[in-house]
């Protein structure tokens, strides 16, 4: 079993940065990839970013720009350093981590994050 436990969400006002962290643990497949995604109110779940164990990074449109993915191999941490924080960015964040050899998809808890004007 993998384990993915987010923190690092609250609220902030619109301009302002929150870091995003996730720490994962258990049986972590070798060949994986790390990102985060997001899922506002009555919206479905969408991708904001996405790291490689060599750290090729993928963002969304919406967030290229303003917001930084990071990892560190050694911890088994991913990171998502969120500046210019819009009104739009507010949603619960989940971090995730793929097997690039099965598929295997598994999911944090999510954490809030909220952009107030």
């Known amino acids: 079993q993998v384990q993915l436990v987010e923190s690092g969400g609250g609220l902030v006002q619109v301009g302002g940065s929150l870091r995003l962290s996730c720490l994962v643990s258990?049986?972590?497949?070798?060949?994986?990839?790390m990102g985060w995604y997001r899922q506002a109110p009555g919206t479905q779940r969408e991708l904001v970013a996405t790291?490689?164990?060599?750290?090729?990074?993928n963002y969304a449109d919406s967030v290229k720009g303003r917001f930084t993915i990071s990892r560190d191999n050694a911890k088994n941490t991913v990171d998502l350093q969120m500046n210019s924080l819009k009104l739009e960015d507010t949603a619960v964040y989940y971090c995730?981590?793929?097997?690039?050899?099965?598929?295997?998809?598994?999911w944090g808890q999510g954490t809030q994050v909220t952009v107030s004007s």
């Open positions: 995730t981590i793929v097997s690039l050899l099965t598929g295997q998809n598994y």
């Open positions: 258990g049986i972590i497949p070798s060949f994986n990839r």
């Open positions: 790291i490689s164990r060599g750290t090729i990074t």
